[in-house]
T-cell receptor, first 112, second 114 residues
Framework: AQTVTQSQPEMSVQEAETVTLSCTYD???????LFWYKQPPSRQMILVIR??????QNATENRFSVNFQKAAKSFSLKISDSQLGDAAMYFC?????????FGQGTRLTINP | GAVVSQHPSRVICKSGTSVKIECRSL??????MFWYRQFPKQSLMLMAT?????????EQGVEKDKFLINHASLTLSTLTVTSAHPEDSSFYIC??????????FGPGTRLLVL
């Protein structure tokens, strides 16, 4: 079965700085998708960014970018110019042929 | 696009009663919807996959007779918690699939059973 591991339960960053959240996964599938979701205090799950495994180019969405290392099964999220509104739980997720699998989450705090 | 709504956002009920939660995809059709449960400070746990026009697929350990799922149309799935008990109190979230593998989530329903 596929597993997703987020080794950082909590992270903090100074406003306007850059922070990287780690995610690793385990799979034997060759075709899959990876996602980062954000869950603010409202608890609404918000899609931040997605990456297709067959694409070598790292996905980017404005201040959010990923470092996708397929051979290492690593999928980290970089947030540039951190803003107070970025404070949330961040979940890494994997989707192959079966169900969407989530990591344990990383709580990100932004220090003003 | 890709908006998913959930109703109600919060519900309090007495032990032994049933509660229905609706999940709607507002601007797209979803042949498959998903129901999750989330305990405080934990990740999302998939309860079941709701398929339009057929029976839901439940994850191991989830009682199908307690958590009834109906996928009435391509835009609506409902979760009914039957004979609710305090241990059923939780945060329930639905999602709908679009663009292949991407899931979009509803805002969640906080259930409190007294």
């Amino acid at each position: 079965a596929q597993t997703v591991t987020q080794s950082q339960p909590e992270m903090s960053v100074q406003e306007a700085e850059t922070v990287t959240l780690s995610c690793t996964y385990d799979t034997s599938e060759s075709d899959y998708y990876l996602f980062w979701y954000k869950q603010p205090p409202s608890r609404q799950m918000i899609l931040v960014i997605r990456q297709e495994a067959y694409k070598q180019q790292n996905a980017t969405e404005n201040r959010f970018s990923v470092n996708f290392q397929k051979a290492a099964k690593s999928f980290s999220l970089k947030i540039s110019d951190s803003q107070l509104g970025d404070a949330a739980m961040y979940f890494c997720a994997y989707k192959g042929a079966q169900k969407l699998v989530f990591g344990q989450g990383t709580r990100l705090t932004i220090n003003p | 696009g890709a908006v998913v709504s959930q109703h109600p956002s919060r519900v309090i009920c007495k032990s032994g009663t049933s509660v229905k939660i609706e999940c709607r995809s507002l601007d797209f059709q979803a042949t498959t919807m998903f129901w999750y449960r989330q305990f405080p400070k934990q990740s999302l746990m998939l309860m079941a996959t709701s398929n339009e026009g057929s029976k839901a697929t439940y994850e191991q350990g989830v009682e199908k007779d307690k958590f009834l799922i109906n996928h009435a149309s391509l835009t609506l799935s409902t979760l009914t918690v039957t004979s609710a008990h305090p241990e059923d109190s939780s945060f329930y979230i639905c999602s709908a699939g679009r663009q292949g593998q991407t899931q979009y989530f509803g805002p969640g329903t906080r259930l409190l059973v007294l």
